[in-house]
């Protein structure tokens, strides 16, 4: 199994960056897909996530809302994160990860993801 993320870099604020995972090894329409984030010196956020079935239905924490937006290709195995408007705030290294069931998932319990990607680093700075 492998996830694995680009598109990361550097962004001044305001400005936009899309993100991308590709995934390998393990049946990715099956699997509800993640963005996880952490921030320096703080610990894991869970950022957004989509169903892993043909409805795509998306979810998003509030500090990303209206200005990210989650999408996959399940012919290409690959999930990404548009992101828009960005803030120093959102300053962290980008995780992607994927679970089998949906419990637990935004809570970021432990159980709940079965794979992950190695991280992906987005600095905003002005």
């Known amino acids: 199994v492998q996830l694995v993320e680009s598109g990361g870099g550097l962004v001044q604020p305001g400005g936009s960056s899309r993100l991308s995972c590709a995934a390998s090894?393990?049946?990715?329409?099956?699997?509800?897909m993640s963005w996880v984030r952490q921030a320096p010196g703080k610990g894991l956020e869970w950022v957004s996530s989509i169903h892993g079935g043909g409805g795509g239905s998306t979810y998003y924490a509030d500090s990303v809302k209206g200005r990210f937006t989650i999408s996959k290709d399940n012919a290409k195995n690959t999930l990404y994160l548009q992101m828009n408007s960005l803030k120093p705030e959102d300053t962290a290294v980008y995780y992607c990860a994927a679970s089998f069931r949906w419990g637990g998932v935004s809570r970021l319990d432990q159980d709940a993801y079965n794979y992950w990607g190695q991280g992906t680093q987005v600095t905003v700075y002005s």
């Open positions: 090894g393990f049946t990715f329409s099956f699997y509800y």
